[in-house]
């Protein structure tokens, strides 16, 4: 069962001074009450529940920074009212409508990060965002509090019928002023209220010149404010009207007090869960402000809060309500040494450390994010004690002595191996030998008692008590007497020194009186004093080599962490480029079957006639060669020409070609005009018809070097005539689907013949034929590049394609 802590502690340790700091992150009253209501927890559960909250507050508003409970109010007492009946005015009203829209939007947000925040998305599912009546109070309730005429079709007409007789009142009012100025009765052009009715301004030497009704005088008598008898009649319809208006005007109030008053309940609710989400966002930006690292958690367990009895060990821990810059300390207490004695010079940070231990466990056990570094560790106390500063009581007659021995008694009698005591200046205010004597037998009894212990004193004889003690350990604050400051770093494991003669000396204290006082110390204690000082030089010394190993190791493994960091970015811009060329080579052979299926869809869509002329003839007589290379094969296993063909003589080999033979090519029917000898490479380049290519040597199926003819002495070869190709082609006026395949068949013929360009005339428009001509010429492989026309030449309405001839 958790156990109230002791306000005593809650007090010393100043627990009020950071609900305050924590209440001005809260947005609303509601979430305020909470903050300043907060106290720790002694129930292990609740603890870590607590911090798991905590930490889901600080996700939350790491993933939406600006999350937070703007337009929220404490509507909880105009609940209540409207719940007994109360009539409730338009400016409550919009304070239940704002909270409302508040808690659907937060409930909305969350909901949406239920995986992430499991804690906060069950706190949130009670919440009735009550669409129906926030929205019927907006409907009816305007932002400057006015009701409107959408609450109700009698209002609305109601206030249609008052506008109407007002502007009536008005107009007959001014026609009446402005005859009675022409007459000399009135006293000028004003026409104004009094009483609710509408008056103008008389002489009052003159009124009996325009009869009505007086309603004021002026001070001075000589005017009357007067309502004229021929508007009364008017002025009371108008005023009759706007009675009605406030009545409907109430009728629509009351209705929607009864609906806020059947909703009271699940209104209370929604604020009280609002309140807390308050306290839960405030601990996050508290724990900000304070610079409190998020310390690991591991699903549902936070593994730096521990079940008591354990070790309290803060690592670099620093004191919340301290200004910066703060020297973080590092405090351990516990294990094999339950009590931690702390000795060194006044002003050194002695208390501090005390009380950041104390705070900072009772911060843990509320749930608050503790300013400590990872690898912290704090145990659930079910209690802490404190016994800190001066408590002198003149009230009830207690010496500074008195009163602290009446805390430390009640202190020893509550505490155990579950409590946390914290003991500033132990058994201090009285003889220093008697109070060295009651100080080692608290601590004793206290160490029996199995209570983490962190007391100060400035006793001498307790620090070899601490040393021959098992279970007690030494501590103290450093001070540097070069510049006589303290450095607030906390030493464990070696007593400490008050430097009383050094800092009297250093301050000015005559050199004679320092003496005689080091001379009055026992030589034993001057020993052991100066046996101190090598040590701490000698720790400091240590100390110093550790840090700069340390730091060297920081940075071998930053720059170890910085390589890593430069492999994998290579290893993935690796892969990454892998993939990408995969990629461009897959799209490329998928754009090449497209064009080929696309092709071949064209030709049997739009039948060429002579694209497919020119396949039969081709079939043809691949079928006639088929059929003379059977019939020669069934005849006789030598090669022989047909009947019709010519007798070639047996020719030069393929590695002797010069310029000028004609190359018979494995595969092709037709032969082709060498234009080179062979290069280094076994290449040849050939000329077939109007196209010029290079082949390889193994290709060639045989070499022929034709005889000059008797005419010219030149030598003639039967290669097929290019064909006839315009300069030119036009597709204005055609769809896509049909130019596109013109535009093929034109570039094909327009490299056969040899052309070094093509004109394509496509036209501007829309420019969707323009992007699918460049488009395809872009991948097409017999075309080199292509420009925009000139302007004179037709401009972005003609593609100039230049051919790889």
Not at 181 to 186: D, R, S
Not at 548 to 560: F, K, S
Not at 578 to 597: F, G, K, Q, S, Y
Not at 765 to 784: C, D, I, M, Q
Request: net charge negative; hydrophobic share 45%; glycine share 8%.
């Amino acid at each position: 069962m958790p156990i109230t802590m002791d306000p005593h502690a809650l007090r010393t340790l100043e627990f009020d001074a950071i609900r305050a700091r924590l209440a001005r992150h809260t947005s609303f009253a509601a979430g305020r009450d909470l903050a300043l209501a907060l106290t720790p927890s002694s129930d292990y559960a609740e603890v870590v529940k607590r911090q798991r909250q905590t930490a889901e507050a600080r996700r939350l508003i790491a993933m939406k920074p600006r999350a937070g409970l703007a337009g929220a109010h404490d509507v909880r007492a105009i609940a209540a009212k409207a719940q007994r009946g109360g009539l409730l005015d338009p400016p409550a009203m919009l304070q239940v409508a704002d909270t409302l829209a508040c808690a659907r939007e937060l409930k909305g947000a969350i909901a949406r990060l239920e995986e992430s925040l499991p804690l906060l998305a069950d706190a949130v599912s009670v919440i009735d965002p009550m669409p129906r009546l926030a929205g019927d109070i907006s409907r009816c309730i305007n932002q400057r509090a006015e009701v409107t005429d959408q609450a109700s079709p009698a209002l609305a007409s109601i206030r249609r019928e008052v506008r109407a007789l007002h502007d009536r009142l008005y107009q007959r009012l001014q026609d009446i002023l402005g005859a009675s100025i022409g007459k000399g009765v009135a006293q000028e052009p004003i026409i104004t209220l009094r009483d609710g009715r509408y008056v103008i301004p008389v002489k009052a030497d003159m009124r009996g010149q325009l009869r009505g009704i007086v309603h004021d005088v002026s001070s001075s008598g000589a005017t009357v404010w007067l309502e004229p008898l021929a508007v009364v009649d008017l002025a009371n319809r108008w005023r009759e009207a706007q009675l009605d208006e406030e009545r409907e005007t109430e009728r629509v109030l009351r209705v929607l007090s009864g609906d806020i008053g059947h909703g009271a309940d699940a209104i209370t609710v929604d604020v009280e869960v609002l309140a807390w989400l308050d306290l839960m966002l405030a601990k996050a930006r508290f724990g900000d402000e304070i610079g409190a690292p998020e310390l690991p958690y591991e699903g549902d367990e936070q593994p730096w809060i521990v079940r008591a009895p354990a070790q309290l060990h803060l690592l670099l821990a620093r004191h919340p309500l301290l200004r910066a810059p703060v020297v973080p300390t590092t405090i351990t207490v516990g294990g094999d040494a339950r009590v931690l004695l702390i000795t060194g010079p006044n002003t050194g940070g002695k208390t501090v450390a005390l009380k950041t231990a104390g705070l900072l466990a009772l911060m843990a056990q509320a749930g608050l994010p503790v300013p400590a570094d990872r690898g912290s560790r704090v145990p659930v106390f079910d209690d802490v004690f404190a016994d800190i500063g001066d408590e002198q009581s003149i009230e009830q007659s207690l010496s500074t002595f008195s009163s602290h021995m009446t805390n430390i008694i009640r202190i020893v009698a509550a505490a155990d191996d579950r409590s946390l005591v914290l003991l500033d200046e132990l058994a201090a205010g009285t003889d220093p030998t008697e109070g060295a004597a009651l100080a080692r037998a608290i601590l004793l009894e206290l160490l029996d008692a199995g209570a983490l212990v962190v007391a100060t004193t400035h006793h001498g004889e307790l620090k070899a008590f601490a040393h021959a003690t098992p279970g007690v350990t030494n501590a103290s604050v450093q001070f540097n007497l070069a510049t006589l400051t303290p450095t607030y770093h906390l030493s464990i494991g070696l007593p400490g020194r008050s430097n009383a003669l050094e800092i009297a000396q250093r301050l000015g204290m005559p050199h004679e009186i320092i003496e005689a006082a080091r001379a009055s110390i026992a030589p034993e204690q001057r020993q052991v004093e100066a046996l101190l000082s090598d040590i701490h030089r000698e720790r400091e010394g240590a100390a110093s080599s550790r840090r700069a190993e340390e730091l060297a190791r920081r940075e071998a493994e930053e720059i170890r962490a910085q390589l890593e960091d430069k492999l994998d970015a290579a290893d993935e811009e690796r892969a990454r480029l892998l993939a990408a060329a995969r990629d461009d080579i897959a799209r490329e052979v998928e754009r090449a079957r497209r064009l080929v299926a696309e092709a071949g869809h064209q030709v049997e869509r739009q039948k060429l006639e002579a694209a497919a002329a020119r396949l039969r003839e081709a079939d043809e007589q691949v079928a006639r060669v088929k059929e003379q290379a059977e019939r020669a094969a069934h005849r006789t296993p030598r090669r022989r020409r047909e009947p019709h063909a010519p007798r070639v003589p047996a020719g030069p080999p393929p590695d002797a070609i010069r310029e000028g033979d004609m190359v018979w090519l494995r595969g092709m029917d037709r032969f082709g005009e060498a234009l080179s000898g062979p290069d280094a490479r076994g290449e040849v380049e050939l000329r077939l018809g109007a196209l010029r290519t290079r082949i390889k040597l193994a290709q060639v199926e045989r070499v022929q070097r034709p005889a000059p003819s008797r005419a010219t002495g030149s030598v003639t070869a039967d290669l097929a005539p290019p064909p006839v190709v315009g300069d030119e082609i036009d597709l204005r006026g055609q769809t896509i689907d049909e130019a596109m395949p013109r535009v093929e068949r034109y570039i094909d013929d327009a490299f056969r013949a040899g052309m070094l360009s093509a004109r394509i005339i496509h036209g501007k428009g829309t420019g969707a034929l323009r992007r699918h001509v460049r488009g395809f010429l872009a991948g097409y492989p017999l075309v080199k590049s292509y420009e925009e026309a000139p302007r004179e030449q037709g401009g972005e309405g003609v593609t100039i394609a230049h051919l790889a001839v």
